[in-house]
T-cell receptor, first 114, second 114 residues
Framework: AQKVTQAQTEISVVEKEDVTLDCVYETRDTTYYLFWYKQPPSGELVFLIRRNSFDEQNEISGRYSWNFQKSTSSFNFTITASQVVDSAVYFCALPYYGNNRLAFGKGNQVVVIP | SQTIHQWPATLVQPVGSPLSLECTVEGTSNPNLYWYRQAAGRGLQLLFYSVGIGQISSEVPQNLSASRPQDRQFILSSKKLLLSDSGFYLC?????????????FGPGTRLTVT
């Protein structure tokens, strides 16, 4: 069965510090996608990235970067030079193949202190 | 572009009253549709999902029900609300799969049952 573990519950950083969020997953699928979402205080979940298991290259988008390591079943997310607007809950997710659902982790609460 | 709407944004209802939350999607056809609940804490609980008109899969036994009367309309209902139904309700859509692609979320409805 699919499982996503986000062990860190709440992480506090001072503005401009970097923060890395860990996501470890379990799947029996040989090919799969992985996702990260951001949930700001307003509540709406915002899709950040989709990564195919075929592609292990790191991804960078502005201050966000993702490190996918299939060998350790991890898909970690780093925010560089954090800003107050980065304060949110971040979710990692993995599809259940064939039945249209996503398995979400419990989320990481990031608090950026000005 | 695709847009997802949810209403109402907030709702306060007494115990035992009925509930109807509506979700509509624009700009896509034959989407998969999902209802989630986020109670105290951060976890996302999948309540229902639908792959087509009239096709509803229930994930958790409860006093809630869902219907999909039109291709891009998804309704969450209850005949009699319980205190435990309080929470943040999120509707989401995705492209029909497999493979399972990312889900896009609506702004959510905050329900308080008193």
């Amino acid at each position: 069965a699919q499982k996503v573990t986000q062990a860190q519950t709440e992480i506090s950083v001072v503005e401009k510090e970097d923060v890395t969020l860990d996501c470890v997953y379990e799947t029996r699928d040989t090919t799969y996608y992985l996702f990260w979402y951001k949930q700001p205080p307003s509540g709406e979940l915002v899709f950040l990235i989709r990564r195919n298991s075929f592609d292990e290259q790191n991804e960078i988008s502005g201050r966000y970067s993702w490190n996918f390591q299939k060998s350790t079943s991890s898909f970690n997310f780093t925010i560089t030079a954090s800003q107050v607007v980065d304060s949110a809950v971040y979710f990692c997710a993995l599809p259940y193949y064939g039945n249209n659902r996503l398995a979400f982790g419990k989320g990481n609460q990031v608090v950026v202190i000005p | 572009s695709q847009t997802i709407h949810q209403w109402p944004a907030t709702l306060v209802q007494p115990v035992g009253s009925p509930l109807s939350l509506e979700c509509t999607v624009e700009g896509t056809s034959n989407p998969n549709l999902y209802w989630y609940r986020q109670a105290a804490g951060r976890g996302l609980q999948l309540l229902f999902y639908s792959v087509g008109i009239g096709q509803i899969s229930s994930e958790v036994p409860q006093n809630l029900s869902a219907s999909r009367p039109q291709d891009r309309q998804f309704i969450l209902s209850s005949k009699k609300l319980l205190l435990s139904d309080s929470g943040f309700y999120l509707c989401a859509w995705s492209v029909a799969g497999p493979p399972i692609y990312e889900q896009y979320f609506g702004p959510g409805t905050r329900l308080t049952v008193t």
